[in-house]
């Protein structure tokens, strides 16, 4: 059962904060209670519904007129804020009502000529049927237990049975301008009704107050729940430990494969393995459900219209998945020639790829650009299973049909849309960095996920690799271990496949100085550096090789090398000796690794602030070289000391020199005596 989150002292400190124009307050409670609806997952999901309240303000003469605050174009209600909720005149709005009809392009115009701010983002589709229904607070969910009743081959007679006529029930029809003013038909026949149910799509209430709204939404989900037997609904977003994953990293290169040009990016995965799931994947009907389409209309510019089916036997072998992957790449095909010459005006193809799996003993898999879109895609499949099997025990699973589903997923909208926005460099790509918590490993992150990168951080601590993701932000993971122990690689490897569903990028980072002279040092010393600067970057480098021969899409491998693999530096031995091995083993592995596409280059740094170069050891080796600190730093040739920010640019810049393997760049503000030619 869903429970009601709403809190007074809550609701008043929002309004607090607000100021005091008595607007502004409302407005800020109307946030509140969005924010409350958007974290609910089972009453809201990505991108969709859309929540209002309407105002008064004054125009630039001081006289005050009706405004409707309604959700913003690319805000989520979970996390939404004021200027997420424009302001849109409402006088214009309700003259639209008197028209016959309406293009979604010219009403996206006018509603954008409503504005109070120009520089607002564009307001709900939506916005006209929370325009014409007259209370003050409306809310639009879709919640799964309304899904499950919208979907219902007999919706009506059970919307009644629960409801009888406190909710007014509106006729499939696309969102827009047509279904504004059917819904608004609805409610006027009968003004009494707290709420309308939109067949196959979703759940509208509305009232005096943000509480009264919010409750109904609350209260209504809960009574079709209760109905429907759903006395405790599961949390969306399981992810249990698994095995046999291996397979993720070969469906990945497939999907790549059959739908993408030979330089394009892999899909990335979230993996959602909870006990619903595979006993949704137990069921005998499991192949009719996946063929029905998907609970609510705009699932599908998330999912598509049906998800990709692998079973025990399809997984056997890349030729069995990729056969999988090509049929469904054909049926697409043959969906969008079926549809696209019915539809009003010219369409473009999307890209026949899917956009969620459903993996016999593995689980549900929600797949994007990026671990953004993954995860929405993985959630709304997650809600998806749980609506098919409840609806169809309950009486069948019946969404919108084909034409209805075409006419959403190439809704024009959504077509203006296509070619105007590109992508950053790395979207797609998964990036692991060992030292990922240090001073140039963090650095290094940071500057392949400001390029659309997700990464995977690798360190000993986890309360350093949390204040590192704290910093990272919500799409990158991270793995703690010793890079020395004999499993280590392999276990980064299987978290990177779970968090992701493999690996493009390795930066092997990770390292420290050992100092002192080498007819002094102890000889465990010795190995113990050569364990960490030179064995564990081998380890690494092979296993995250091997993961990309399994995506068969290439992929490159950067180590941190060091200056000091070629300029050595007095008592720094230890340190030198296996860099330099590792400057050899990226050339090695250039040379064996290049007939499988995966590029293998290095970075030669030299004196970065960081866990390795510390203040003692700093003030150690400039006293080594009779100079000052400062002077030790900038002993270069641009006499500018370099940070771990420029070392991190290097990596990111070589990652992205397509034709570029077997090289070192130097990052150390020119050293003649460290150059390599």
């Known amino acids: 059962m869903i429970e009601n989150m709403y809190k007074a002292q809550a609701a008043a400190d929002w309004r607090a904060a607000a100021g005091a124009d008595p607007a502004d307050q409302e407005l800020a409670e109307r946030v509140y209670t969005s924010r409350l609806i958007g974290q609910n997952p089972d009453l809201l999901m990505h991108g969709g519904g859309n929540t209002s309240v309407k105002l008064e303000r004054p125009d630039l003469f001081g006289e005050m007129r009706p405004v409707l605050h309604v959700k913003g174009s690319g805000w989520d209600l979970d996390t939404i804020e004021a200027p997420g909720l424009p302001g849109v005149w409402q006088e214009p709005l309700l003259k639209l009502r008197t028209l016959d009809k309406l293009s979604d392009e010219d009403m996206v115009n006018y509603q954008r000529s409503s504005l109070l701010n120009s520089a607002s983002p564009n307001p709900s589709v939506e916005t006209l049927l929370h325009a014409f229904l007259p209370h003050k607070y409306v809310d639009h969910t879709h919640a799964t237990p309304f899904l499950i009743l919208a979907d219902l081959p007999n919706a009506e007679e059970v919307c009644r049975e629960i409801f009888g006529d406190r909710l007014g029930i509106v006729p499939y029809i696309m969102p827009g301008f047509s279904l504004a003013k059917a819904a608004a038909d609805v409610y006027d026949a009968n003004p009494d009704v707290e709420g309308l149910l939109l067949l196959k799509h979703g ?143 010219p369409k473009t193809m999307l890209t026949p790829d899917p956009k969620h799996a459903w993996i016999e003993g593995i689980g549900v898999l929600g797949i994007g650009v990026n671990a953004k ?96 993701l704290s910093q990272l932000g919500r799409w990158h993971s991270a793995c703690a271990l010793d890079i020395t122990q004999a499993d280590a690689a392999e276990t980064a490897m299987t978290a990177a496949v779970a968090a992701f569903g493999g690996l493009d990028i390795l930066v092997s980072n990770a390292g420290t100085a050992t100092g002192g002279a080498l007819v002094e040092l102890e000889d465990a010393a010795f190995r113990a550096a050569f364990e960490l600067n030179f064995f564990a970057h081998k380890a690494f480098a092979t296993a995250a090789a091997k993961l990309m021969q399994d995506q068969g899409r290439g992929g490159q491998i950067l180590f941190n090398i060091s200056k000091q693999a070629v300029n050595p530096g007095r008592n720094l031995g230890a340190y030198g000796t296996p860099k330099a091995a590792t400057m050899f083993l990226m050339r090695q592995l250039a040379l064996e690794l290049a007939g499988s596409g995966i590029r293998v280059n290095g970075v030669n740094a030299d004196k970065i602030r960081s866990g390795l170069l510390t203040d003692a050891f700093i003030k150690e080796r400039a006293a080594a070289r009779g100079v000052s600190e400062e002077v030790y730093m900038g002993g270069n040739l641009l006499g500018r000391e370099v940070e771990a920010h420029h070392v991190a640019e290097g990596f990111a810049n070589l990652a992205l020199m397509e034709r570029t393997t077997g090289h070192v760049i130097t990052v150390d503000g020119g050293n003649t005596e460290a150059e390599l030619r």
């Open 373 to 468: 879109a993954a995860s929405a895609s993985a959630d709304l499949a997650e809600q998806n299973i749980r609506v098919r099997a409840v609806a169809e025990d309950a009486g069948g699973f019946y969404p919108i049909g084909e034409k209805d589903m075409f006419d959403c997923e190439y809704w024009s909208l959504e077509q203006a849309k296509l070619g105007k926005g590109t992508p950053p460099p790395f979207q797609g790509r998964v990036v692991m960095a060992t030292g990922g918590a240090g001073a140039i490993g963090l650095a290094t992150a940071k500057a392949f996920a400001a390029k659309g990168a997700n990464v995977v951080l690798v360190d000993r601590d986890q309360a350093a690799l949390d204040a590192a």
């Open 203 to 345: 759940h509208f209430a509305f009232g005096a107050t943000a509480q009264e709204s919010y409750d109904k939404i609350v209260q209504h989900t809960n009574e079709v729940a209760d109905y429907l037997g759903l006395t405790e609904l599961t949390p969306i977003g399981e992810r249990l430990p698994a095995s046999g994953l291996d397979i993720l990293p070969v469906l990945r290169g497939v999907i790549a494969e059959v739908t993408a040009d030979r330089d394009g990016a892999m899909p990335v995965f979230d993996l959602r393995n909870g006990p619903v799931t595979h006993a949704f994947m137990a069921r005998g009907d499991v192949d009719a459900l996946a063929t029905r389409g998907m609970a609510s209309p705009d699932h599908v510019l998330r999912t598509k219209g049906w998800p990709l089916v692998l079973k025990q036997a399809d997984l056997a072998n890349r030729e069995s998945i990729k056969a999988k992957v090509e049929a469904f790449a054909a049926d697409y095909r043959a969906y969008f020639d079926r549809q696209a010459p019915e539809a009003a005006g």
